[in-house]
């Protein structure tokens, strides 16, 4: 073969395997950004390109093999083509050329076929992965031979999982999520409000109670013997309208709460109007603690182990995260989710 032969050769085989670079990294991030929710529209009306893209969005596994099998083929033919072009050009067999020319053309298959073709697909994931479903379909037929055994490989292996593995479409399903959201505040459907507060549902709804108490030690109560002189004085100083108290035998155990407005409107003891705190387990998620203090009416409960308060929540303070973003009034806030718990 004549040295011009050889270096097409080589020139050939590097397009090719940047193209299926850029082909397959593209593809495994747009199917990780396209909507399920737009293809599954798009299936009922009978699209065939759609009902491809649902088949592959809905089985990750699937996707995820033909994609690095093809990254692997593509990177293989680049290699080949560094080779073919370092021994036309250079005599010396040290490997010393291949070093340099594989060096050399990195940066070129990073920038050109995986920081690009991602960045591309990450903004249009549903435009770019019709246009090139047909060859994807085909890819994934023709290399089916080699990504059925690390399919069914991977289905064994996740046998021996814990009871709380979840499938990997709902490890996906939370972008596809913020995708909707966004779509819909941008379409005018939902407020950003409304958008933030179901983010922060998604992310601190089901993280145990603890991670938001205060905790048992640090908070400024009374015992629930002292007189309605010492609860007023002691509100004031700290500027509070809610008082938590403990048995004088058990400190820190706190067990009541007492409203300022009710010794101030009434001559009622303390021990009259003090109203019970509901209690937690320390793993009990935000969301189920927040809704039973919006059921229950009331501005605090205690989180316990071991039989024991370890901290107190506050429902402002569950309230607060559930809308970090934005800053409404208090009263709004609890306006807003007043309708949590059933009438």
């Known amino acids: 073969m004549t040295l011009s032969m050889t270096l097409f ?9 940047l193209r299926l670079s850029a082909f397959f990294s593209g593809s495994e991030t747009g199917f990780y950004r396209v909507s399920t929710l737009q293809l599954a529209l798009q299936k009922q009306r009978g699209e065939p390109i759609a009902t491809r893209l649902f088949y592959f969005a809905t089985h990750p596994e699937r996707f995820v ?17 560094v080779g073919l072009f370092s021994t036309s050009v250079w005599s010396s067999s040290s490997g010393a050329a291949e ?23 990450y903004r249009s994931p549903m435009r770019l992965l019709r246009s090139g479903s047909l060859v994807f379909s085909g890819c994934y037929v023709l290399f089916l031979p080699i990504t ?29 999520l913020y995708g ?8 005018g459907i939902l407020t950003g409000l409304q958008r933030n507060l179901a983010e922060n549902l998604m992310q601190v709804a089901a993280q145990p109670v603890e991670q938001s108490m205060i905790p048992a030690t640090a908070v400024q109560g009374l015992e629930d013997s002292v007189s309605t002189e ?9 500027d509070e309208s809610y008082i938590l108290l403990a048995a004088k035998e058990q400190p820190r155990q ?6 300022i407005v009710d010794l101030v409107s009434g001559s009622a003891a303390p021990r009259l109007v003090m109203r019970p705190l509901p209690r937690f387990p320390v793993h009990t998620a935000r969301l ?6 919006f059921r229950l009416n009331v501005p605090y409960g205690v989180v316990v182990e071991n039989d024991r308060v370890v901290g107190v929540i506050s429902r402002q303070t569950l309230v607060s995260q559930l809308f970090r973003t934005v800053r409404p009034s208090s009263n709004q806030l609890e306006s807003l989710l007043a309708g949590i718990g059933p009438s």
């Open 9 to 17: 050769a080589a020139a050939f085989l590097f397009l090719a395997g």
């Open 65 to 81: 093999a033909t994609t690095l099998v093809g990254n692997n083929v593509a990177n293989y033919l680049i290699t080949l083509a």
């Open 99 to 121: 070093v340099v020319s594989t060096l050399a053309v990195t940066p070129v298959v990073f920038i050109f076929g995986e920081l690009i073709p991602k960045s591309l697909f």
């Open 148 to 176: 059925l055994p690390l399919i069914w490989m991977s289905r064994f292996i996740a046998r021996f999982g814990t009871d709380e593995r979840r499938p990997l479409e709902i490890v996906f399903g939370r972008n596809r």
């Open 180 to 187: 909707v959201l966004e779509a819909g505040q941008q379409e």
């Open 230 to 238: 010492t609860l007023l004085k002691h509100s004031e100083r700290l």
């Open 254 to 259: 706190w067990s009541h709460f007492v409203r």
């Open 288 to 293: 189920e603690v927040l809704t039973m203090l």
